[in-house]
Nanobody, 124 residues
Framework: QVQVVESGGGLVQAGGSLRLSCAAS????????MGWYRQAPGKQRELVAA???????NYADSVKGRFTISRDNAKNTVDLQMNSLKPEDTAVYYC??????????????????WGQGTQVTVSS
């Protein structure tokens, strides 16, 4: 129905940068918001950054000033530019798309779709 695919994770030294990309595809009528979440071992999944279809953004306090989220509405993609990375940024990063879909005659509004996750490791 809806596929969400992330790319761009990897290993980087503290102070370095990485860029994560995500694309949503499938039976999408519109995407209300897209965002990035992360989950470190032994911790709950947390919001990193999100962006609405009109460009409003929301960032976790821990990443403000270091991470930038951007979105291409026409392509249903969202990127996360991560600068000045710290070891505590190490986690699996998940892309989320909140979308309205139409599939097999059924309209489904504001459902959440998740990618498979991409590992980001920051070494000290």
């Amino acid at each position: 129905q809806v596929q969400v695919v992330e790319s761009g994770g990897g290993l980087v030294q503290a102070g370095g940068s990485l860029r994560l990309s995500c694309a949503a595809s499938g039976s999408i009528l519109s995407i209300n918001s897209m965002g990035w979440y992360r989950q470190a071992p032994g911790k709950q999944r947390e919001l990193v950054a999100a962006i609405t279809n009109i460009g409003s953004t929301n960032y976790a306090d821990s990443v403000k000033g270091r991470f930038t989220i951007s979105r291409d509405n026409a392509k249903n993609t969202v990127d996360l530019q991560m600068n000045s990375l710290k070891p505590e940024d190490t986690a699996v990063y998940y892309c989320n798309a909140n979308a309205d879909t139409f599939y097999s005659g059924t309209l489904d509004r504001k459902s959440n779709y998740w990618g498979q996750g991409t590992q980001v490791t920051v070494s000290s």
